[in-house]
């Protein structure tokens, strides 16, 4: 990573909505466009906040990607939030989604009769290979490419240990994986020490926190019943077994329990 290289990249995330076949197949197409257009929304709701990001889809693929290009703290930080509000949002309406965070060169340009759009560049390869790497697609959530960890240890030094630490991202072998509740465990401290009530739970910092937890409860629901099921396909199995170990590693059992206890009654 040199300094050309951080002027002229983008934060780009990639993202698999996984069984999108199965969905446009078994359900109505207005009801498939509703699941995307839900998550998508979470995007958009959050205005100003994120407004240097933009979107693009084509069937099972959703890409958020940096507007203007160049590196900034900003564009790190915003991306990776949009990681995990998708990430949940999609898995709070029963839609896993596996993906991937990279930085570098990414080109968007309309035609020359501007009507087609045309991109492509060497974060969107590096976010598809990461995704769709043996090891992580034992999982489903979401990865950082080696590349968007180079450009913040170029720019800034210490940032990626300061957010691990923090639990914001967790190491597993080669790479980071994100913590897509990383809010959880301070709602779970407020809800103890009485900051939030049972009569605030249904519009606590909503929408994050009801996706948060109906989030984590269909993943750990779906592990227990393939696990349950005799004829259960041991491949699906294995990720959200995976998964489920992961999240819960991430957020401590009293604090998954907890979120388990009000999903069921949000």
């Given at each position: 990573?040199?300094?050309?290289?951080?002027?002229?990249?983008?934060?780009?995330?990639?993202?698999?909505?996984?069984?999108?076949?199965?969905?446009?197949?078994?359900?109505?197409?207005?009801?498939?466009?509703?699941?995307?257009?839900?998550?998508?929304?979470?995007?958009?709701?959050?205005?100003?906040?994120?407004?240097?990001?933009?979107?693009?889809?084509?069937?099972?693929?959703?890409?958020f990607?940096?507007?203007?290009?160049?590196?900034?703290?900003?564009?790190?930080?915003?991306?990776?939030?949009?990681?995990?509000?998708?990430?949940?949002?999609?898995?709070?309406?029963?839609?896993?989604?596996?993906?991937?965070?990279?930085?570098?060169?990414?080109?968007?340009?309309?035609?020359?009769?501007?009507?087609?759009?045309?991109?492509?560049?060497k974060?969107?390869?590096?976010?598809?290979?990461?995704?769709?790497?043996?090891?992580?697609?034992?999982?489903?959530?979401?990865?950082?490419?080696?590349?968007?960890?180079?450009?913040?240890?170029?720019?800034?030094?210490?940032?990626?240990?300061?957010?691990?630490?923090?639990?914001?991202?967790?190491?597993?072998d080669?790479?980071?994986?994100?913590?897509?509740?990383m809010?959880?465990?301070?709602?779970?401290?407020?809800?103890?020490i009485?900051?939030?009530?049972?009569?605030?739970?249904?519009?606590?910092?909503?929408?994050?926190?009801?996706?948060?937890?109906?989030?984590?409860?269909?993943?750990?629901?779906?592990?227990?019943?393939?696990?349950?099921?005799?004829?259960?396909?041991?491949?699906?199995?294995?990720?959200?077994?995976?998964?489920?170990?992961?999240?819960?590693?991430?957020?401590?059992?009293?604090?998954?329990?907890?979120?388990?206890?009000?999903?069921?009654?949000?």
């Amino acid at each position: 990573m040199d300094i050309f290289q951080l002027q002229n990249g983008r934060y780009l995330l990639y993202l698999d909505v996984l069984g999108f076949k199965q969905v446009v197949q078994n359900r109505p197409a207005h009801e498939a466009y509703e699941i995307i257009n839900k998550a998508l929304a979470e995007f958009h709701q959050r205005g100003m906040y994120i407004r240097e990001f933009k979107t693009l889809y084509f069937s099972d693929t959703i890409i958020f990607y940096q507007d203007p290009v160049g590196w900034g703290r900003w564009a790190f930080s915003d991306i990776y939030a949009i990681a995990g509000l998708v990430w949940t949002a999609l898995a709070a309406n029963g839609i896993p989604c596996r993906g991937a965070i990279s930085f570098g060169e990414f080109f968007v340009e309309l035609d020359s009769n501007k009507q087609h759009s045309i991109f492509f560049g060497k974060a969107l390869i590096d976010a598809y290979e990461t995704e769709s790497n043996k090891i992580n697609r034992e999982w489903m959530g979401i990865t950082l490419c080696p590349s968007a960890c180079q450009a913040v240890d170029y720019a800034e030094s210490g940032v990626i240990d300061v957010l691990t630490s923090e639990r914001r991202f967790f190491q597993v072998d080669e790479g980071l994986r994100l913590n897509p509740f990383m809010k959880l465990p301070s709602s779970y401290f407020d809800y103890q020490i009485g900051e939030i009530t049972d009569d605030d739970l249904s519009t606590w910092d909503a929408p994050d926190f009801p996706n948060d937890v109906k989030a984590l409860e269909f993943i750990l629901s779906k592990k227990e019943h393939y696990q349950q099921s005799s004829d259960s396909n041991k491949q699906i199995t294995s990720k959200y077994v995976t998964t489920s170990q992961m999240f819960t590693d991430m957020l401590g059992p009293e604090c998954v329990e907890w979120a388990r206890n009000i999903a069921k009654i949000i």
